[in-house]
């Protein structure tokens, strides 16, 4: 490899064009310019290469229904069980069974701009999804239990074509049509469930801050209408919205006062 400068030699390595042979050479360049372009470059292979483990790890409970004969496998998660106000929704997703996505895992441990860019990938690229939101009184009336697994089987009974395995995060589900695992923490341990995580937390949230629209003063936008220091201030000062779940403990303490 002829001696280049590091700006023809940076746009190489952004492109992608050097090979092991080249690096291997570039290192005997004595230029700190070069040894740290090898340095980045190497550090940022590493990287792809834990994303892909991480990944191949998450598609083991696909892989297993694929190998028993199951074509369909649906990923189910919910999001808004906790908050104070708000609904709660959940989300089914059949992803291809060659679907990647790397770094794709629950949507918590996720920047906001990278579950915005998944939430479009996901809906692009799936065989099918389906989204269910159970609004803050039927969570009242049936429990935010029941009103969790309600959407969930909302969401799973949206899906064309229907699903032949389920794989749901944490929470059992009676009377299904197909074969179900409950997985534990199964937003972090299968692509479709943390799919469907994506799907469901990014609808929510954008449910929440447009309800900040109209009520500002709980601040919705930030919080999500979880049980924020300000966002109890704020609904001790204002009393409850027509959004809050009065069966939670913290506005069911405002109710009866």
């Known amino acids: 490899m002829e001696k280049q400068s590091i700006t023809t030699l940076r746009k190489l390595f952004q492109d992608n064009l050097i090979s092991t042979n080249d690096i291997e050479t570039l290192k005997k360049d004595e230029r700190k310019g070069v040894q740290q372009l090898i340095t980045s470059y190497e550090k940022q292979k590493q990287k792809e290469r834990a994303l892909e483990i991480a990944f191949n790890e998450m598609c083991t409970y696909e892989q297993r229904a694929y190998a028993a004969g199951k074509r369909f496998v649906a990923g189910i998660d919910e999001a808004g069980r906790g908050p104070l106000a708000g609904p709660v929704v959940a989300a089914a ?5 060659d679907f990647k996505l790397l770094g794709l895992n629950d949507s918590k441990q996720l920047k906001e701009e990278a579950r915005e860019a998944y939430f479009h990938y996901i809906k692009e690229h799936a065989i099918c999804y389906g989204v269910s939101i159970i609004d803050s009184e039927t969570i009242d009336r049936i429990n935010i239990f029941e009103a969790t697994k309600l959407a969930m089987k909302e969401a799973l009974n949206q899906l064309t074509p229907t699903a032949d395995h389920t794989l749901i995060d944490a929470v059992k589900l009676e009377g299904l049509s197909c074969s179900s695992e409950a997985i534990i923490k199964g937003d972090a341990k299968s692509i479709s469930i943390a799919a469907a995580s994506i799907l469901a937390k990014v609808t929510r949230d954008n449910i929440m801050k447009e309800i900040h629209q109209n009520y500002p003063m709980y601040d919705f936008e930030s919080n999500m209408g979880y049980g924020t220091k300000v966002h109890l201030e704020k609904l001790m000062e ?14 069911k303490d405002v109710l009866l006062k």
């Open 93 to 97: 997703v059949i992803l291809p069974s």
């Open 238 to 251: 204002h009393g409850i919205s027509p959004y809050h779940r009065k069966t939670f403990g913290p506005v």
